[in-house]
Nanobody
Framework: QVELEESGGGLVQPGGSLRLSCAGS????????MHWYRQAPGEQRKLVAG???????EYADSVKGRFTIERDKPRTVMYLKMNNLESEDTVGYYC?????????WGQGTQVTVSS
């Protein structure tokens, strides 16, 4: 059963913008802290941004001021708005939800920043 599903990735020019979405089940959005991670081939996944059920956010230094994480509880969708994209942002992006007894991941969506 797929409980998290990302969408919104694609090809964008340097300096451009994209909005990633992560749709999930209501039980996740009620209480679980949620995060966006990204992973380049051959590397470990790295935290990009996180948001608690109460809306407290955190960001990796590399994306501060460019990316915004948001969480729409009624629609059970989490967003990652990405502005001023750079070639270094070209990787797979994954949403994650952290429960007390489980960790859930989406299948990922690819972002490619290229002219």
């Amino acid at each position: 059963q797929v409980e998290l599903e990302e969408s919104g990735g694609g090809l964008v020019q340097p300096g451009g913008s994209l909005r990633l979405s992560c749709a999930g089940s209501p039980r996740i959005f009620r209480t679980y802290p949620m995060h966006w991670y990204r992973q380049a081939p051959g590397e470990q996944r790295k935290l990009v941004a996180g948001i608690t059920s109460g809306g407290i956010t955190e960001y990796a230094d590399s994306v501060k001021g460019r990316f915004t994480i948001e969480r729409d509880k009624p629609r059970t969708v989490m967003y990652l708005k990405m502005n001023n994209l750079e070639s270094e942002d070209t990787v797979g992006y994954y949403c994650q939800a952290q429960g007390d007894k489980e960790e859930l991941w989406g299948q990922g969506t690819q972002v490619t920043v290229s002219s």
